[in-house]
């Protein structure tokens, strides 16, 4: 259930409904498949981007604003592009996984530069799904 503090969030609220719809969500990304091929971001990556976040909100950007340094995010991007194409080559749609916290942020940064790329949290990922990590970006 929503805090109650954050119910008119509209991150938050954006949250809650993707994790109701997850199955749905991935289905639409993957069909019926037992196991999804994922990218996810590189520990450290995930940490500065949290971080980065977390600065950004404490300036009033809100959940959506992430403030990423020029340098880090043409590394990440390269990264990604990279990963994209490798699995387009496999026939494997390209979706990045990242904690809940970074999804909202990230979907929006990326959806500029990346096409046809999923950005989905763990919390929408079904529990009868296995995942194989084709990549760690960072």
Not at 62 to 89: F, H, I, N
Not at 115 to 123: E, F, Q
């Amino acid at each position: 259930t929503a805090n109650p503090q954050k119910s008119q969030d509209p991150g938050a609220l954006t949250g809650l409904a993707r994790a109701a719809l997850s199955r749905a969500i991935v289905q639409s990304i993957f069909g019926a498949a037992p196991t999804l091929s994922v990218m996810t971001l590189d520990p450290k990556m995930e940490q500065i981007l949290l971080n980065s976040l977390r600065q950004s909100q404490q300036l009033g950007a809100g959940d959506e604003g992430l403030v990423v340094e020029p340098g880090l995010a043409e590394r990440l991007l390269r990264s990604l592009t990279d990963a994209v194409q490798k699995m387009e080559v496999a026939g494997k749609p390209a979706v990045l996984l990242v904690s809940p916290v970074l999804r909202n942020a990230l979907a929006k940064l990326l959806r500029q530069s990346v096409n046809d790329l999923h950005v989905l949290s763990y919390a929408e990922i079904p529990e009868d799904k296995q995942i194989t990590i084709e990549a760690a970006l960072g």
